[in-house]
T-cell receptor
Framework: EDKVVQSPLSLVVHEGDTVTLNCSYE??????LLWYKQEKKAPTFLFML????IEKKSGRLSSILDKKELFSILNITATQTGDSAVYLC????????????FGKGTTLSVSS | NAGVTQTPKFRVLKTGQSMTLLCAQD?????MYWYRQDPGMGLRLIHY???????AKGEVPDGYNVSRLKKQNFLLGLESAAPSQTSVYFC?????????????FGSGTQLSVL
């Protein structure tokens, strides 16, 4: 059975801290891994990763994929209260039309 | 530029009542999906469609039915609502292409079943 596991499930940090969110997967026929941010409404797209070792970066957020060890990490540096959200990891299979497989998400709370 | 539109945004039902959630997309996408989201559970796939006139079951299909009579619309029906169906429902669409952003989400429907 295909599955995506995120850890930790929740995390509380202070503003300015750096956090690392983890996503591991066991799927057949992997195509890509995606990260989303969700703030009480629809998820918004952050990154898509397909190749090992190539970092994707956007401002204070960055992510990398390890296809050998089957995991990805999402780093957030110098956290701000606006980073408080649920971060979802999803895996896309290499099969047309199949839905993304989501993990349960990591709830990040950043206190001021 | 509407994207994916879900109606209604909120609904309260009594146990046993029926209702239909409507999802409409204006991007000419082939693939459409219905997910439900419960606290601490991520997004779980209910049903999906790979084209007009086709539907398939996802991870949690029991108690739901769907129809895709027109390419732009994907309907989710609850024939006899149960409290366990209290959830936030998201519709999404995709063109299955090579672009980074795989799914385009609607804004969600908050459903409470009393």
């Amino acid at each position: 059975e295909d599955k995506v596991v995120q850890s930790p499930l929740s995390l509380v940090v202070h503003e300015g801290d750096t956090v690392t969110l983890n996503c591991s997967y066991e799927v057949t026929n992997f195509r890509s891994l995606l990260w989303y941010k969700q703030e009480k409404k629809a998820p918004t797209f952050l990154f898509m990763l397909t190749s090992s070792g190539i970092e994707k970066k956007s401002g204070r957020l960055s992510s990398i994929l390890d296809k050998k060890e089957l995991f990805s990490i999402l780093n957030i540096t110098a956290t701000q209260t606006g980073d408080s959200a649920v971060y979802l990891c999803a895996v896309e299979l290499n099969q047309a039309g199949t839905a993304l497989i989501f993990g349960k998400g990591t709830t990040l709370s950043v206190s001021s | 530029n509407a994207g994916v539109t879900q109606t209604p945004k909120f609904r309260v039902l009594k146990t046993g009542q029926s209702m239909t959630l409507l999802c409409a997309q204006d991007m000419n996408h082939e693939y459409m999906y219905w997910y439900r989201q419960d606290p601490g559970m991520g997004l779980r796939l209910i049903h999906y469609s790979v084209g007009e006139g086709t539907t398939a079951k996802g991870e949690v299909p029991d108690g739901y039915n769907v129809s895709r009579l027109k390419k732009q619309n994907f309907l989710l029906g609850l024939e006899s609502a149960a409290p366990s169906q209290t959830s936030v429902y998201f519709c999404a669409s995709s063109d299955g292409g090579a672009g980074d952003e795989k799914l385009f989400f609607g804004s969600g429907t908050q459903l409470s079943v009393l």
